[in-house]
């Protein structure tokens, strides 16, 4: 089995800034794309920024120039770095990795959330 737990969300002041750990622990050979996600509330969950083993990223657009994705491969963790936040950005960001497990499997996990709340 494997987990994601994040961590690092809270409440931040207009214009502030965040950095998320999401942390993959378990039957890990190695970790695959690993993304973020956020949803708000009444509102479809939404990706935020992917990254790649590589290091290849991708970002929405509404978060571009804004948030920064990166990885630690050896710690099988992934950062979310989230400058400028504004009132928009509120919402419950999620972890998700497409992992290599150790029985040689790829499979999809998601972590349980963490809330981010920006205040105007």
């Known amino acids: 089995q494997v987990q994601l737990v994040e961590s690092g969300g809270g409440l931040v002041q207009a214009g502030g800034s965040l950095r998320l750990s999401c942390a993959a622990s378990g039957s890990i050979f190695s970790s695959n794309i690993m993304r973020w996600y956020r949803q708000a509330p009444g509102k479809q969950r939404e990706l935020v920024a992917g990254?790649?083993?590589?290091?290849?990223?991708n970002y929405a657009d509404s978060v571009k120039g804004r948030f920064t994705i990166s990885r630690d491969n050896a710690k099988n963790t992934v950062y979310l770095r989230m400058n400028s936040l504004n009132p928009e950005d509120t919402a419950v960001y999620y972890c998700n990795a497409d992992v290599w497990t150790t029985r040689g499997r790829l499979e999809n996990y998601w972590g349980q959330g963490t809330q981010v709340t920006v205040s105007s």
């Open positions: 990254i790649s083993s590589g290091g290849l990223t």
